[in-house]
């Protein structure tokens, strides 16, 4: 290579130096991303490591700075994982740092997995005053699963009640990892992020560069920018995407052209002309509908095909579904809009027309989980300035039926008559729950009231208890999490996963008002619990419906059988006020008049009812 430098003009010097320094690179990038269970620190952790690293100057630093929405700095989650590319000089070697952020919560475990499965290692951050929770273990899992380099990070070290022995025992007897080389740092202090560092460079492989092979890219995550379109960011596994390649989404078979690429950055993304093997980047296609490139999907060249796609694709799936109508009937169009409109930037809702007797036009919409639920209705008021009502969160059940067809149903006004239905089957969860040793029986209780049926339980030490259960989802949509954080003081974690379908006794409970169905107020309930529920929602709603001048009947039913009543006392008037004396006749004849007009209204039958009725079935146990 000498000799070569010494035949050729300053440029081509330049130009060799350049690519000797990039092939240089490619050797020296390290993938990773942060697991950690909601609030220990994961996004200061972030912060403090791109500081580190200089990619962002101190004037234009900001708290949670990986974190784009408002709803996410507010709550102190991370709702739309991020990624970033950071440049890091050790022992004289330039460093490629791809920091590949992940939500935290279980709603968006798709997303993780996807995440998890474009790097190489990962942060295992655990708080040194809670110790390990819930949603910790099931990334670690999902991290496992993928062979990565884990390494543990114990932070917030600068507290007074930080233990840090105590949280590397829970590490190692409840994960199995050895903690004798965990990473003791404070992100809020910056205290530790140097070695930490290191430690990423020096234990995280790197990747393997294949430039040579056909194209393999992984698609972990996309989003719609209002100028470049749908765009889509992806780990390049072989091959690579050039400016101008055409390019193949492989689960739809579609070829589009590669507009612009970048490296990702929160604030200044940079241009690049190549995305090259053991990469991250973005690629942009100028699509219009981000639905075209799919979480988990693969990227090809058209001109020089791979064989087979990254294995691991699916479909984001709903799990959770829900009825969201207007206040205003006449905004109907406009959360059309609203929705069509967010779905540019996720995907993974899913939503068809619905209407409802009581409640006028709407969707049925379907959701990731119940975090995934009160985002997007909150993000639908605040972003496109709607008010909504949603009806109760429900799940998919399966109707196996008498002469063999078998229904998927979502809302339980589809359910079809007693006679036709053979059995239905419901979704279940394994749920994992970590909680202090205290709190036990009151928690026991409440997972045997869920139907909850418990598969393990293990002391992780004498003062935390970790638990197993195999629950049905529809126990838990509902209030199970607001009921777990009370019966513990705050201090237990949950996180579940779908296992499968079972068959359950369960029956439709029916809400009338004034001998009218309110199909809003319909729930799919267990058949043993269908009284008591029946009563506490009847008795919650006759404080709620306003009264008429007629008597309105609150009836709970199952199928013609009513199995609970109450009712609204009619508001009285007093008709006989303009008698001023006379015969008794002249009001009787009032009187009777009166009893004739409530009888008309009665018939007829129309009551308002007001918001706070369809939250009722929420509030109910």
């Known amino acids: 290579m000498k000799l070569l430098f010494l035949n050729c003009s300053f440029d081509k010097i330049k130009f060799y130096k350049n690519c000797l320094r990039y092939e240089k690179l490619m050797q020296n990038i390290r993938n990773f991303s942060i697991i950690a269970h909601i609030d220990h620190g994961k996004s200061t952790l972030a912060d403090r ?68 499965a474009s790097c190489e290692g990962a942060l295992l951050v655990v708080d040194a005053t809670q110790g390990v929770e819930a949603q910790t273990i099931a990334n670690v899992y999902i991290a496992l699963e993928n062979n990565l380099e884990i390494i543990p990070v114990i932070n917030k070290i600068d507290l007074p009640s930080a233990n840090v022995e105590k949280v590397k025992h829970e590490i190692e007897h409840i994960i199995g990892i050895d903690c004798k080389e965990a990473i003791c740092v404070s992100a809020k202090t910056g205290q530790g992020i140097k070695e930490l560092i290191e430690a990423i460079i020096t234990k995280v492989p790197a990747p393997k560069i294949n430039n040579e092979a056909p194209t393999k890219a992984l698609i972990y995550d996309s989003w719609f920018d209002n100028y470049l379109g749908a765009l889509a960011l992806a780990r390049i596994y072989e091959g690579q995407i050039a400016k101008n390649d055409e390019i193949l989404i492989m689960s739809t078979d579609k070829k589009h052209l590669v507009q612009d690429l970048f490296y990702p950055h929160p604030l200044n993304p940079i241009k690049t002309k190549t995305l090259n093997s053991g990469e991250v980047g973005v690629v942009v296609l100028g699509l219009k509908n981000v639905s075209d490139v799919q979480v988990g999907d693969t990227i090809t060249l058209v001109k020089n095909k791979a064989k087979e796609p990254i294995s691991g694709f699916e479909k984001a799936k709903a799990f959770v579904f829900a009825g969201l109508y207007p206040i205003e009937t006449d905004k109907f169009e406009d959360l059309r809009d609203a929705l069509d409109k967010l779905k540019l930037n996720d995907s993974s809702i899913t939503y068809e027309p619905e209407t409802s007797l009581a409640l ?110 195999d629950i049905p989802l529809n126990e838990i949509v509902m209030d199970f999490y607001d009921k777990l954080k009370s019966l513990t003081k705050g201090y237990a974690s949950f996180d579940y996963e779908p296992i499968e379908f079972r068959v359950g006794d369960l029956v439709k409970l ?44 609150i009836q709970a039913s199952i199928g013609n059988k009513i199995i609970a009543r109450e009712n609204v006392k009619s508001m009285g008037k007093n008709v006989t006020a303009k008698c001023y004396g006379g015969d008794i006749t002249r009001k009787r004849k009032l009187l009777e008049k009166q009893k004739e007009g409530k009888k008309r209204m009665k018939a007829i039958g129309k009551v308002h009812l007001p918001q706070e009725a369809f939250l009722s079935v929420l509030k109910i146990d």
């Open 510 to 553: 029916d809400i009338k008002v004034a001998g009218e169905n309110v199909d809003a107020l319909s729930i799919i309930v267990p058949n043993e619990k269908a009284l008591s529920k029946g009563r506490e929602l009847v008795k919650a709603m006759k404080e709620i419906v306003p009264r008429q001048l007629f008597e309105v009947a």
């Open 49 to 116: 490591i791109i500081s580190e690293c200089g990619a962002i100057s101190d004037r234009l630093m900001s708290n949670q700075v990986m974190d784009t929405m408002d709803i996410e700095k507010e709550r102190g989650i991370t709702i739309k994982a991020q990624s970033v590319r950071l440049e890091y000089t050790f022992n004289n070697q330039e460093y490629i740092l791809n920091l590949i952020d992940t939500p935290g919560h279980v709603d968006f475990s798709y997303e993780v997995s996807r995440s998890l």
């Open 360 to 469: 006028g036009f709407g969707f049925r919409v379907g959701f990731l989980g119940l975090l995934h639920m009160e985002v997007i209705k909150e993000r639908l008021e605040r972003e496109f300035n709607l008010d909504l009502i949603a009806t109760a969160p429900t799940v998919t059940y399966e109707i196996h039926q008498t002469d063999g067809v078998i229904l998927k149903i979502q809302n339980p006004s589809e359910l079809p008559p007693v006679n036709k239905i053979d059995f239905i089957k419901e979704p279940y969860v394994k749920a994992t729950i970590i909680t202090p040793s205290e709190f036990l029986g009151n928690l026991i209780t409440l997972l045997n009231r869920k139907r909850g049926v418990q598969v393990k339980m293990d002391y992780i030490t004498t003062q935390r208890v970790l638990l197993e259960y």
